[in-house]
């Protein structure tokens, strides 16, 4: 290994190569993202069953899947289902991403929902029963439109730290910015710069996003009056830190 | 079944490197979440940008990023060459957590602040007996709930030091892997029951501490 300091002629030149891949990493993000988004739905269904010993099951399946690494479930959905028997097949790379990282998200996305559903009041549950509304009608036009515009900040925060999350991806061959940068760290023996490039892009990605975002929840608080969500609260009292 | 008995204490191998890499994160990253709150409420501008400059770099890109950044860095531009794989792992991990923590610090600091800091100087406290007595163990509190959520975040980043050639759990089960590809699906199996085991005692300590920043408060 060259011992030498920052090159910047390396930096240039591999800028390029390690750009190729940002269609790739953003696409990949999208995929995954929507992925996530249907398959959370799936949890908060299985999380409305009332038959207790399923209900206790599927809560820790999912408790399972989002305490575990999400790096070991990408290599087991990469390398280790196409060897299960009946049901296994080999999955391209891509789409092994999409399903490993897309399935440890969704119990995220899933836990959003149902925060959601609970949020809304239990006096419009009531009415909805009340002035006899049919279980469609009542989802469709009295909880869902309350539930829905709450989460959509937090969602939005999802799609912020899955994108960071998604250059795991690397580790088995999807060609995204990190990939070509570790290609061309391992043809020129030089990682340094193409990897400072790779955070450069992330930076230049995620910062806007995130203030994005911010005013997003902002605009939403105001609108529903709610109290901030945890963890998203911190965030807005910095913008607001930084103004005063 | 057997071939359960022949994964498992390969495995066992790099819990010690798992259990190393988490204690030194928790302790590091906490004490960096610490120290960078306090200093984003500093009222000298150059400690508060350079802070800010911090938090803003490591929870705008990725942890992998991160990582190896650190483990190709610290050699050229720091001469860290000894252990540096170790190194680089802690580092990553406390960093970007103590940057995501840094906010829930700062942001628990300023909500206490708000309505105790006047009662506080009604009552002759200086700045410091201020801090100390009245708006930091209420501010603690409510670190509390979030500080439990990122440990288990923590013992999940673990897991990416077997890319920097570290020899966790994770590394022995890709080594087992790549002996007897038809494997896999028991030892991958069996990294996320590791993984898990190790969890549940975080998972317990996260409902203590919630349960703990819930008490006695309206």
């Given at each position: 290994m060259d011992n030498s300091n920052w090159q910047w002629d390396t930096f240039f030149e591999a800028f390029p190569m390690v750009l190729e891949g940002l269609g790739i990493t953003l696409g990949l993000t999208v995929a995954t993202y929507l992925f996530a988004l249907i398959f959370g739905f799936v949890w908060t269904l299985l999380s409305a069953i009332r038959f207790k010993p399923l209900k206790w099951l599927f809560r820790w399946v999912m408790e399972f899947i989002r305490s575990t690494p999400p790096l070991v479930q990408l290599f087991f959905i990469f390398y280790a289902w196409p060897m299960v028997p009946v049901v296994g097949f080999a999955l391209d790379p891509f789409t092994s991403a999409i399903l490993g990282l897309g399935i440890h998200f969704s119990t995220y996305i899933g836990e959003v929902y149902r925060s959601g559903i609970e949020a809304v009041e239990d006096g419009q549950w009531e009415a909805a029963r009340a002035l006899n509304f049919s279980t469609g009608d009542k989802w469709v036009r009295i909880i869902l439109p309350q539930a829905i515009p709450p989460t959509i900040p937090m969602l939005g925060n999802y799609l912020i730290i899955m994108f960071k999350e998604i250059p795991l991806a690397s580790t088995i061959g999807v060609a995204g910015i990190l990939n070509l940068a570790n290609s061309y760290g391992a043809a020129n023996f030089r990682y340094l710069e193409p990897l400072t490039i790779v955070a450069l892009l992330f930076l230049v990605l995620s910062y806007p996003s995130a203030i994005l975002i911010n005013r997003l929840e902002r605009r939403m608080n105001r609108r529903f009056d709610k109290k901030e969500t945890s963890g998203s609260k911190t965030i807005k009292e910095e913008k607001e830190g930084a103004a005063s | 079944m057997n071939a359960i008995s022949e994964i498992f204490p390969v495995l066992m191998q790099g819990i010690g490197i798992t259990i190393q890499v988490l204690i030194g994160s928790i302790i590091l990253g906490y004490l960096m979440a610490f120290i960078a709150g306090f200093c984003r409420l500093s009222k000298n501008p150059i400690i508060k940008y350079l802070t800010t400059f911090y938090v803003e770099v490591f929870r705008g890109t990725s942890l992998i990023v991160q990582l190896f950044w650190l483990y190709y860095a610290l050699p050229i531009?720091?001469?860290?060459?000894?252990?540096s794989d170790y190194l680089a792992g802690v580092l990553a991990i406390a960093l970007n957590y103590g940057a995501y923590m840094s906010e829930i610090v700062r942001g628990s600091i300023l909500a206490v602040s708000k309505g105790q800091t006047e009662a506080a100087t009604a009552l002759n406290m200086s700045s410091f007996q201020r801090m100390r007595l009245v708006i930091f163990p209420q501010a603690v509190r409510m670190m509390l709930p979030e500080f439990g959520n990122y440990l288990i975040q923590m013992l999940k980043a673990t897991s990416l030091v077997s890319l920097i050639g570290m020899t966790d759990i994770l590394y022995y089960g890709d080594i087992l892997r790549s002996n007897n590809l038809s494997q896999a699906p028991t030892v991958y199996f069996l990294v996320l029951i590791f993984y898990f085991i190790m969890a549940l005692p975080l998972i317990w300590l996260t409902k203590k501490m919630e349960a703990a920043s819930k008490k006695g408060v309206a």
């Open positions: - | 531009l720091f001469g860290i060459d000894l252990g």
